[in-house]
């Protein structure tokens, strides 16, 4: 914006302008409200407070490659975890994957889906398996019940975490990120399991998580530890 | 005595805590409540390569990828060419290698360009070393245009859109490896017998890479399609190098730079001067770090460029002497900036950036010439030009369906100059600007111009297959060292000026106010279809230029051509893009098949006169039909141009013809090569590019004068590996 409207006649004489004086006093002042305000916000983060979350819980592996060797990547998809030995039955039920279940419930995890709503998921939406009333035969439903009760919350915590993730970025690789939550969603302790190579990618996914958190308490069949890999460009 | 002596380390204490701080923030201890490799694996997150949010990529901006730019690059090796597949994007021809890009009819100067980051300089006063010119298709990772409202953080000191064309970013090995790969091109063209070459190689290890480009181009005068005939002063040679250097620590990611481009002679079809060498060496270095609270970028350069002028065979040569020109530019600047993570998935960008130019301009004396001696012709005397900006903006996300991205910035720039002198200080030849040097020597040439930009994008996602985006902008460019301090009023002096390649002489104006436009601009977006997916975009746009820089004329010349002065006007700019998609089929036996197709109608008016604005791209469209299958991909598309009617008259603007041209490409991937194979104007169809300027090398030469004539039907060959 011209801070003044400049008068024609003026431009034609030649003469002096005024205005224009203002304006450079103006625009110095804007610059020196801009500066003022990056270092206000350089300042304020600066001492760069853990997550309100879990104040002093937070752990992070920074660069593990640099530091130390890394873990073996894992190999196996593994099941989700329940708290509590899983009946016999389940071993007959029909066999409900996390990742099946999301290939359902969001078709493209993997696409842009930053404006996917999340699920409506609240602790009392996750009935625990004993409430589980159905008549044939009790265990087995309730093996299916905990495994659906899984899967609808690793697809709310997924949801949750992709909301959070980088706007995009010209840099490529694949970071894998392990992190446990404590019974109120709370992250509890977060590391990097396998670098992507970069650094900076490393850390947008370590702060993806981060971010994401607080989470809604995970139900007993979900278990407390998770796992997710962010691919980069 | 002993507090003065204690005082001062207080504030370092404190800027040694903040810089502690600033630094420490990934740095967190491990503890010993790691997960455990049981646990629940969830499904991957994708974060795609291009930006999806407002700041960096409104819907009204366009990318060509790497795959994009790699199957285009054995046709062009000027990067504003290639960019014309893209809706309201055009461009003003020049050189070989050095096309002005114009977006949405604001051409030049008025669209930012930022190569790797930063800004470049132009050093010359014909513009024959525009900053595209510096980057070669062959060696581009990615360019992306936005034709429609710039997000501050991306503008300043500009009208327009903007371009930002990006190398290939630094990779690093695998823990205790070592990576080397490589690939290496080569392209020729029949039509002007045009070849290259490019190398890229890197080097690196889990902390270091070393990455290294280089590229050559060489061609001779094309001929025009039909009858046209050869095309004279269309010969050019080019060599550009990158030497790039990486290190990744706990801080962050750190780069060193260093990139050498020459060019030994660039014919310019429409202007009276070719560009016989050009060197330019730039150093740069940045630095990205991503912290809890944010993502920090730091960049810096110095850029020296030598470039001179004289006349290639067509116009003469220099046998006798022709006419020198030389130029030389220093540039230097920096760019900080910061995104700042607020609560609620909001961002704060804020950054700064200064950008200093200084430029002498000076024509030796040509021995034995009357007019030209036998003083050296001062045309710009230590001229400089510097470009303090500070910006903010704030992208906020509402809720689902409604982010915001709301930006104001403030430039600052400084412009001043020396004293001046003509090639003589006695004499009738020289009388013109004899005058003009010493009116323009009385006069004072220091400039200030303060100025502001604001944007606002609104960014309405009405479904997952619906987008809509409204955008505001007000933006400001301030005149350029050779619109305000170009003084000479002699006919061959003023017609040294200009980078419109119209014939016309130029004169400076040294009371020229900075242009700026408010712009309205909406983009909507619809994608559908799911086993034959479609996509459709549409962009309506309206400029209002309040002091735009137009021409005056001053006098006719005696070839037929007219002297201008910069003026202000005000000026509007409206018009509509299109762009859409349709997958055809995609079977393993048929392949994909896509087809693609844009269109672009503008308008530039001068509302002093009522006139056309320079340079308007009338309505054209492209239609393209992309098919691959197995190592097959391959291309057939059509341009449509419409006859361009609306001239300037102030600058005797020639009208074109309308034309279509049928255009073949194929690409041949196997393993680690590749082979490319087009051709261009299938039919060999004789046109005039609307925006491509009287054909001045061929005027010199047979006294007769036409628009430049468009390529002829031309044979492309690519070859290429990968390592």
């Given at each position: 914006m011209q801070a003044a409207p400049r008068a024609a006649d003026d431009r034609e004489a030649g003469v002096p302008r005024d205005p224009r004086r203002a304006r450079r006093l103006a625009g110095a002042g804007l610059t020196a409200l801009l500066h003022l305000a990056v270092i206000a916000a350089l300042?304020?983060?600066?001492?760069?407070?853990?997550?309100?979350?879990?104040?002093?819980?937070?752990?992070?592996?920074?660069?593990?490659?640099?530091?130390?060797?890394?873990?073996?990547?894992?190999?196996?998809?593994?099941?989700?975890?329940?708290?509590?030995?899983?009946?016999?039955?389940?071993?007959?039920?029909?066999?409900?994957?996390?990742?099946?279940?999301?290939?359902?419930?969001?078709?493209?995890?993997?696409?842009?889906?930053?404006?996917?709503?999340?699920?409506?998921?609240?602790?009392?939406?996750?009935?625990?398996?004993?409430?589980?009333?159905?008549?044939?035969?009790?265990?087995?439903?309730?093996?299916?019940?905990?495994?659906?009760?899984?899967?609808?919350?690793?697809?709310?915590?997924?949801?949750?975490?992709?909301?959070?993730?980088?706007?995009?970025?010209?840099?490529?690789?694949?970071?894998?990120?392990?992190?446990?939550?404590?019974?109120?969603?709370?992250?509890?302790?977060?590391?990097?399991?396998?670098?992507?190579?970069?650094?900076?990618?490393?850390?947008?996914?370590?702060?993806?998580?981060?971010?994401?958190?607080?989470?809604?308490?995970?139900?007993?069949?979900?278990?407390?530890?998770?796992?997710?890999?962010?691919?980069?460009? | 005595m002993s507090l003065h002596h204690s005082e001062p380390a207080t504030p370092r204490r404190h800027l040694i805590a903040l810089a502690a701080s600033l630094f420490a923030a990934p740095a967190f201890a491990q503890t010993a409540a790691a997960p455990a490799a049981t646990a629940t694996e969830l499904p991957a997150v994708a974060v795609e390569s291009a930006a999806q949010a407002l700041r960096d990529a409104p819907l009204a901006s366009a990318t060509l990828t790497a795959a994009e730019l790699e199957r285009q690059r054995s046709r062009s090796s000027d990067v504003a060419e290639l960019l014309q597949g893209l809706p309201g994007v055009s461009a003003y021809g020049g050189g070989?290698?050095?096309?002005?890009?114009?977006?949405?009819?604001?051409?030049?100067?008025?669209?930012?360009v930022v190569v790797d980051g930063l800004p470049i300089d132009n050093a010359c006063p014909n513009h024959m070393n525009p900053p595209l010119s510096y980057s070669d298709p062959q060696t581009l990772s990615r360019v992306q245009v936005i034709a429609g409202i710039t997000p501050v953080s991306l503008g300043g000191d500009s009208l327009g859109g903007t371009i930002v064309v990006d190398s290939a970013e630094?990779?690093?090995?695998?823990?205790?490896?070592?990576?080397?790969?490589?690939?290496?091109?080569?392209?020729?063209?029949?039509?002007?017998?045009?070849?290259?070459?490019?190398?890229a190689a890197t080097l690196a290890s889990e902390r270091y890479h070393l990455g290294y480009s280089g590229s050559g181009t060489r061609a001779r005068h094309y001929d025009g399609g039909g009858d046209d005939g050869v095309v004279r002063s269309t010969e050019y040679e080019k060599y550009d190098q990158t030497l790039k250097l990486a290190t990744q620590n706990t801080l962050g990611l750190f780069e060193l730079a260093g990139n050498l481009q020459h060019s030994p002679y660039e014919g310019f079809p429409n202007q009276y001067m070719d560009m016989t060498f050009n060197r330019s060496a730039q150093g740069s270095a940045r630095y990205r770090g991503v912290f809890d609270w944010g993502d920090v970028e730091a960049r810096g350069y110095y850029r020296d460029t030598e470039h001179k002028m004289n006349f290639l065979d067509d116009k003469g040569g220099t046998a006798s002497g022709g006419m020198p020109m030389d130029t030389r530019v220093r540039g230097a600047g920096y760019l900080v900036k910061a995104d700042v993570l607020l609560d609620g998935g909001d961002t704060l960008r804020i950054g700064n950036e200064l950008q200093?130019?200084?430029?002498?301009?000076?024509?030796?004396?040509?021995?034995?010439?009357?007019?030209?001696?036998?003083?050296?012709?001062?045309?710009?005397?230590?001229?400089?030009?510097?470009?303090?900006?500070?910006?903010?903006?704030?992208?906020?996300?509402?809720?689902?369906?409604?982010?915001?991205?709301?930006?104001?910035?403030?430039?600052?720039?400084?412009m001043n100059t020396g004293d001046v002198q003509p090639y003589a200080t006695t004499g009738m030849m020289n009388a013109a600007d004899i005058a003009a040097a010493a009116a323009f020597n009385a006069a004072d040439h220091k400039k200030t111009d303060t100025n502001f930009d604001a944007t606002l994008l609104v960014r309405y996602q009405a479904s997952a297959a619906t987008a809509l985006e409204f955008g505001y902008a007000h933006k400001t460019r301030s005149p350029n060292l050779y619109e305000r301090y170009a003084w000479g009023r002699g006919s061959m002096s003023s017609r040294m000026i200009g980078w419109y390649g119209d014939g016309n002489g130029y004169v400076g104006n040294l009371d020229l106010d900075p242009e700026v436009a408010d712009t309205v601009s909406a983009t909507l977006r619809h994608s559908g279809g799911l086993a034959q997916p479609w996509t459709v975009s549409v962009t309506p746009?309206?400029?209002?230029?309040?002091?735009?820089?137009?021409?005056?004329?001053?006098?006719?010349?005696?070839?037929?051509?007219?002297?201008?002065?910069?003026?202000?006007?005000?000026?509007?700019?409206?018009?509509?893009?299109?762009?859409?998609?349709?997958?055809?089929?995609?079977?393993?036996?048929?392949?994909?098949t896509q087809l693609k197709a844009t269109a672009s109608w503008g308008r530039g008016r001068n509302q002093d006169d009522g006139g056309s604005l320079y340079h308007q791209m009338p309505l054209n469209g492209r239609l393209a039909l992309l098919h691959a299958l197995g190592g097959w991909d391959s291309q057939i598309e059509l341009v449509l141009v419409d006859a361009k009617t609306r001239v300037d008259a102030t600058r005797q603007e020639p009208e074109t013809g309308g034309y279509a041209l049928l255009n073949l490409g194929t690409r041949y991937r196997w393993q680690r090569y590749h082979v490319d194979f087009g051709v261009d104007n299938v039919l060999d169809r004789a046109y005039a590019a609307p925006l491509g300027g009287q054909s001045i090398g061929d005027f010199k030469a047979t006294g007769e004068l036409r628009p430049v004539p468009g390529r002829g039907r031309s044979l492309n060959l690519g070859l290429g590996l990968s390592f």
């Open positions: 300042l304020r983060a600066g001492p760069s407070p853990p997550p309100a979350a879990a104040p002093g819980a937070v752990s992070v592996r920074l660069l593990p490659a640099l530091a130390a060797p890394l873990p073996p990547p894992p190999t196996a998809r593994p099941e989700p975890r329940t708290a509590t030995p899983m009946p016999r039955a389940a071993l007959r039920a029909p066999a409900v994957k996390p990742a099946a279940t999301l290939a359902h419930a969001a078709p493209a995890p993997s696409a842009a889906a930053s404006t996917a709503a999340a699920p409506d998921l609240t602790p009392s939406a996750s009935p625990p398996a004993s409430d589980a009333t159905a008549a044939a035969d009790p265990h087995a439903v309730a093996a299916v019940d905990d495994a659906r009760i899984a899967a609808a919350y690793v697809q709310a915590l997924w949801t949750q975490i992709a909301a959070a993730r980088p706007s995009g970025t010209a840099l490529h690789g694949e970071a894998l990120v392990g992190f446990s939550l404590d019974a109120d969603g709370r992250l509890v302790a977060l590391e990097l399991l396998q670098s992507s190579g970069n650094g900076l990618l490393d850390r947008l996914a370590l702060r993806t998580v981060r971010r994401a958190a607080p989470f809604p308490p995970p139900p007993a069949a979900a278990g407390r530890e998770f796992r997710i890999a962010f691919h980069f460009g | 070989g290698v050095a096309s002005l890009p114009a977006l949405h009819g604001l051409a030049d100067d008025r669209v930012k630094p990779r690093f090995a695998a823990a205790g490896a070592t990576l080397f790969d490589g690939s290496l091109n080569s392209f020729y063209r029949n039509n002007g017998d045009a070849f290259g070459g490019a190398l200093r130019q200084s430029l002498n301009d000076y024509w030796p004396p040509v021995a034995g010439s009357m007019m030209m001696g036998p003083d050296t012709y001062i045309n710009v005397n230590g001229g400089h030009r510097t470009r303090l900006g500070t910006f903010a903006e704030w992208e906020a996300r509402w809720n689902e369906r409604w982010s915001t991205l709301a930006g104001v910035r403030n430039d600052t720039v400084w746009y309206y400029s209002l230029v309040h002091d735009y820089i137009d021409a005056d004329k001053l006098a006719d010349l005696s070839n037929g051509f007219v002297q201008l002065q910069f003026a202000n006007h005000d000026a509007e700019l409206y018009g509509l893009d299109l762009a859409g998609a349709l997958q055809l089929w995609d079977t393993p036996a048929a392949g994909r």
